[in-house]
């Protein structure tokens, strides 16, 4: 089976950096995807990993250790507009390669 | 450039009715994907089609019918709708099977069902 964690909620400060964890668990790993999801709209691709590591891009960072079952999302330089749910999302290899989400994390962002 | 469209964005309709989502992408891309997305559940897949007619089950299938004809669209179908299928639909679609590359699935702006 597959099981991915997240914390439901994080409140962070504007101009403050914050870390999105990400826990998996599936029979069959083949990379993980970030997407962010403003309220009522669409989720939005943010990254990809398939390789331990850390991938940059701009104020946003993704984070993979496979050993470990472990992603995280980093956001630097927090705006107001990064309110967001922050969906992790595993590829399982022996489900026919389809995407898994998490329950995505709320984040809010306080002046 | 359309993208990906979803229609209607609001349906309220009542048990036991048919209902249809529809879901057009103008990417000629091969897969497409159904989703519900529910409070504690996060989004969970319905169906999925890998080319035109070519369709399979993803994790909570029951209840719902899907074709695809074309590559462009895919409607899913509610046949007899219950209160328990009322949800946020998003549909989606990429270039490639996810597992296969790097390529992101792309959502179109979602389907807002209520069920009377």
């Known amino acids: 089976g597959q099981n991915i964690d997240q914390p439901t909620e994080m409140t962070a400060t504007e101009g403050a950096i914050v870390q999105i964890n990400c826990t998996y668990q599936?029979?069959?790993?083949?990379?993980l995807f970030w997407y962010q999801q403003h309220a009522g709209e669409a989720p939005t691709f943010l990254s990809y990993n398939v390789l331990d590591g850390l991938e940059e891009k701009g104020r946003f960072s993704s984070f993979l250790s496979r050993s470990k079952g472990y992603s995280y999302l980093l956001l630097k330089e927090l705006q107001m507009k990064d309110s967001a749910s922050y969906l992790c999302a595993v590829i399982a290899y022996n489900q026919g390669g389809k995407l898994i989400f998490g329950q995505g994390t709320e984040l809010s962002v306080k002046p | 450039d359309a993208g990906i469209t979803q229609s209607p964005r609001y349906k309220i309709t009542e048990t036991g009715r048919q209902v249809t989502l529809m879901c057009h992408q103008t990417w000629s891309h091969s897969y497409m994907f159904w989703y519900r997305q529910d409070l504690g559940h996060g989004l969970r897949l319905i169906y999925y089609?890998?080319?035109?007619?070519?369709?399979d089950k993803g994790e909570v299938p029951d209840g719902y019918v899907v074709s695809r004809s074309k590559t462009e669209n895919f409607p899913l179908t509610l046949e007899s709708a219950t209160r328990s299928q009322t949800s946020v639909y998003f549909c989606?679609?990429?270039?490639?099977?996810?597992?296969?590359?790097?390529?992101?699935?792309?959502f179109g702006d979602g389907t807002r069902l209520s069920i009377l």
């Open positions: 989606a679609s990429s270039l490639t099977r996810p597992a296969d590359s790097n390529q992101p699935q792309h």
């Open positions: 089609s890998a080319a035109a007619d070519i369709t």
């Open positions: 599936t029979s069959g790993f083949n990379g």
